[in-house]
């Protein structure tokens, strides 16, 4: 596949493209917690203990932007947004699956050989 150019970005190939779009520490737990139901913001920061409110922010924006996640914002006090899968995010979803499984053998294999405690 020849170079493209994304939203100002020059890619060299498909996966890199992908990558660039749930590659990270947050993005792909975001989109796990998101795969069976719609969440509002503090949920998936309960969710995901370890991410700040700052890095939780910037990631939804970027999978908006990317249009793995929906955002609706309702008109209520107090405030109140929920963010979910898009089709587009449903589809990755199949393949972060695969991951995870990969991911489960490789830990268990790791475990085996003492690497992982």
Request: zero cysteines; charged letters at 30%; proline letters at 5%.
């Amino acid at each position: 596949m020849p170079d493209f150019i994304y939203k100002g970005k020059v890619y060299y190939n498909p996966v890199q493209f992908v990558m660039e779009m749930i590659g990270g520490t947050w993005k792909a737990p975001i989109l796990w917690r998101l795969r069976n139901e719609v969440k509002r913001y503090g949920e998936l920061r309960k969710d995901i203990p370890h991410i700040s409110d700052k890095m939780l922010t910037t990631q939804l924006r970027q999978l908006e932007a990317d249009g793995l996640i929906s955002r609706k914002v309702y008109a209520v006090v107090p405030p109140k947004t929920e963010y979910a899968l898009t089709m587009k995010g449903k589809r990755l979803m199949v393949i972060i699956e695969q991951i995870r499984e990969y991911g489960l053998e490789l830990i268990e294999e790791e475990k085996k050989n003492n690497e992982i405690k």
